[in-house]
T-cell receptor, first 118, second 109 residues
């Protein structure tokens, strides 16, 4: 299957600082990347959808000024959590969707980033 | 938003038993996908379904796309300890994926 990497896999930061998480599709071009947040023992909550070269579309209730998303190339998207607070602590997962042959509906996930804000 | 109802929420089974879980929705989906997530990791795609009525297998896993396009099920045959994890269904429409709440599978050796 397609491979998506995420970096870092975990990060601890102080309240008020910003953290950048990278998501890369390693062996395919991702026309669309998604960012999710997952709380313990819960399902994935979609935060935003980004298409390469255009602005991200944020889900209702997600602050776009706090969660900055950049999808600069077909293989890289970044999520920056600005002025992080303890309530931003969570498991952040990216996914990428791209073309594999004629199929474009498959979505592949990165391994996730555990963010802890102290 | 579009809601997916996934059941059961959790299962405790004996190694070797078969498992079945399903997802239903009030909305029609063009694609159904099934994922498995291990603790602290991202979900891994197991099976993708693209046509109503489609039945697809991946090893001991079999999934079907319901005829009404509003439901899907996943079967695991002859379960083994490494099947332990959380299984999520996902439906795809209009460039968005909607996830079920997950089924936590526990397998006793």
């Amino acid at each position: 299957g397609a491979v998506v990497s995420q970096h870092p896999s975990w990060v601890i930061c102080k309240s008020g600082t910003s953290v950048k998480i990278e998501c890369r599709s390693l062996d395919f071009q991702a026309t669309t990347m998604f960012w999710y947040r997952q709380f313990p023992k819960q399902s994935l909550m979609l935060m935003a959808t980004s298409n390469e070269g255009s602005k991200a579309t944020y889900e209702q209730g997600v602050e776009k000024d706090k969660f900055l998303i950049n999808h600069a190339s077909l293989t890289l998207s970044t999520l920056t959590v600005t002025s992080a607070h303890p309530e931003d602590s969570s498991f952040y997962i990216c996914s990428a969707r791209g073309l594999r042959g004629q199929v474009s509906y498959e979505q592949y996930f990165g391994p996730g980033t555990r963010l802890t804000v102290t | 938003g579009q809601q997916l109802n996934q059941s059961p929420q959790s299962m405790f089974i004996q190694e070797g038993e078969d498992v079945s879980m399903n997802c239903t929705s009030s909305s029609i989906f063009n694609t159904w996908l099934w994922y498995k997530q291990d603790p602290g990791e991202g979900p891994v795609l197991l099976i993708a379904l693209y046509k109503a009525g489609e039945l697809t297998s991946n090893g001991r896993l079999t999934a079907q796309f319901g005829i009404t396009r509003k439901d899907s099920f996943l079967n695991i045959s002859a379960s083994i300890p490494s099947d332990v994890g959380i299984y999520f269904c996902a439906g795809y429409n209009f460039n968005k994926f909607y996830f079920g709440s997950g089924t936590k599978l526990n397998v006793k050796p």
